[in-house]
DNA sequence: AATGAATGAGCTTTCATTCAT
DNA sequence: GATGAATGAAAGCTCATTCAT
């Protein structure tokens, strides 16, 4: 790298004993690591995020991630793991079209993951470069999309239905990257109530079962 | 970075009078970079491509680039800078929303980009940490969403326009991200025809005139 | 160090209350400290012996061996101390050159040593940095040296006597060494029996009594 | 490593223009570097010598031992690959057992390698923990046994002498190792001219044709 | 007595970059 | 215009050690 920085490293250390150093918590401890560093991968990306600041955050030694998790790698996984699905877990995703685009709608809009800083599908999008998490990412997405075609009630030739649920995806993944990753307005700053309308439309118009008289 | 390698480093410099050393051939060699540091831009992003490996790429001496680029930075934007609008140059963007699905169909499906490897606008997400390229990247983003939004056609509020137009560009980014950096299947290997159908009833759920008896 | 294990961390504890954890006996955890320490001093020199592969081993707490040994110096000093001499002790010393060669012989061949994996006498040369460790092999090799020479019942020039007692010495050093670090065969693979005619030609050399007629 | 130091770092840099910088000098460098870092290596261990002191030694930057040698592997490796055998090259072995004892006493003796410091067949013992360098020690050292089985010009039994062969290399190692790295007096101090009595005993001992009578 | 959390220092490696030729 | 030698800065990782409990 040997690069710039762009972030602005500052202590975090929530809801520790302010004053003194963190001391014996281990549990804690885990978790603020865990916490700077979703953050950083999620702002920064795997590549510029460096364990020396990811430890600064919390005010710990860089040693402690290696006792933690390893490696880089083994952070990066960690953090991934303890990210919530796409769209919720299993029994609260929307069970049919109508629900999906206030689902999404909602969560796609700013501040949906406090503690998250941005939108969490985004640390699924930082290569690794390692393949079993490339795979861990590809499943995450697919989940999504099976879940997808679940809720869309639609009929019709499976293989092109699938291609509709994971359009639908695409188009999340592309807004959570348009909204944080490059700020585009007025679409990073849209509330959940005004990209409702829209999406609505957008799922009705690719779930939909297809109109009489349409040909494909 | 850390270590591995995803490339298969392969000398390029096409269109070189074989046999002797490239020589004197400024525009080419320069041209040359160019397309060898666009590749794996696209490929591997901004922090894991070596200027090293761009210029084994073509054959030349690494302080070339400094010469001509005169730093990483510099190469990045050159490349950025070479790269073709999301949709066509001026003249060629579909001018109303039926042209527009066809397009974007075709711009979207694998192939479309023979010289960069994979599609264009992911040269666009890959952070540099420079904000006047981040700002070139909005800047080529909000320059799409207005196109889209001459070519709707639509009547109604301003606001909710754009935000409708971006949500298309969105689409656009998503596919792209979705079907080069993350294999979705069966997207990653939708063909332009079969891309079509779908995306004619986005571009119509987003951009048609609200139909009458809609409540927004 | 850089990297890699060559190892195969087992846990020893033999002869602990099998079932429960090692509880309250401390001279018996020192001594399974110590028998693992030497076990990987020897096999894999100091730098590369690591304090919490030797805990590990022994299935106790690293902290452990700070108490018991103070430090890495501390251990390794323990390590040596308890080393039985190059010879056995004073009493089993051969009391001339006929016993010499087998008493070598024997103490050289493999297996010789088993409760340290290899010639103890390795240990010696596992360098610590330490000048009273140096000190204590110098010693050490020093002492077997004048028994040699008092095994030798050879008359003569006093300093001549004494370096041809050092040759011996170095002999059973590289002997050790070739076999165990280097590996060199057919010498690390022979018995007892098969080194004892060679080895008792060079003890006579060495140290019979020079033959009449001879000038030094 | 975290342990203390015993050397001296002294910048070196023979024969370079005094005052000023190394500069523009890649094979000198890569000399320079060679030989400071055999010295280390020589003295200290594989472990103990870390590449900073080395390129500290030459008086340059730490990436260079990266553009000339790869790794610390591969500035051991090519350290390795220059030392001289342990006893001359091809030509200069010596035929006969009769300068076998003499030759081994002056390469044994001290300075007799000025360039290195200390005998160069130490740098053979440094374990580096990669079995191709393991591999080389074994052959260098196979070698000599062959050379000296080839001048010992004894017949019988092809296994015995072949132990024979090795015990005399092993017996070269050990002094080595006994002169430099324990420094045991006076065999430390003894020069060839007092080596060459008793080492031609041992080699008689060692390589003469068993005499007759002699039950094996 | 014993444990495990936490630290500090240092090592190899990697890169972008600069300087002479 | 072009090359290759040399530099500086940082990153990931490892280890002995210390500190509370």
Redesign the interface.
């Known amino acids: ?1 040997a ?2 920085k ?1 972030d602005g490293s500052a202590d975090v250390a929530a809801g520790q004993p302010a004053g003194g150093r963190r001391r014996r918590d281990a549990a804690a401890t885990r978790e603020a690591l865990l916490q700077a560093a979703r953050d950083r991968f999620i702002r ?2 795997y ?2 995020t460096t364990l020396r600041d990811v430890a600064a955050d919390v005010g710990v030694n860089l040693a402690l991630i290696k006792r933690y998790f390893d490696s ?1 790698e083994g952070l990066f996984k960690a953090a991934l793991a303890g990210t919530p699905r796409f769209l919720g877990g299993a029994g609260e995703f929307p069970q049919d079209r109508a629900a999906l685009a206030e689902a999404l709608s909602r969560q796609l809009a700013a501040g949906a993951w406090p503690e998250f800083g941005e939108h969490p599908v985004l640390l ?2 930082r ?1 690794s ?1 390692d393949e079993r998490v ?1 795979s861990l ?2 499943q995450a ?2 989940d999504f ?1 099976r879940r997808v075609l679940e809720a869309s009630g639609a009929a019709g030739d499976d ?2 239905r ?3 649920a ?2 639908l ?7 959570a ?2 909204r944080s ?4 307005r ?2 990073a700053d ?1 509330t959940a109530d ?2 409702i ?3 609505r ?2 799922v ?3 779930l ?1 079962p297809p109109r009489p008289g349409d040909a ?1």
Not at 181 to 184: D, I, K, M, R, T
């Open positions: 790298m690069a710039r762009t920064l990306g590549d510029r880089k699924l999008l290569v470069g490339d990412r590809r997405l697919r999309s293989d092109e699938l291609l509709r994971e359009l995806v695409a188009l999340g993944v592309g807004i990257v348009v990753a490059v700020g585009l007025p679409l849209a005004e990209l309308g829209p999406l439309d957008v009705d118009g690719l939909a494909v």
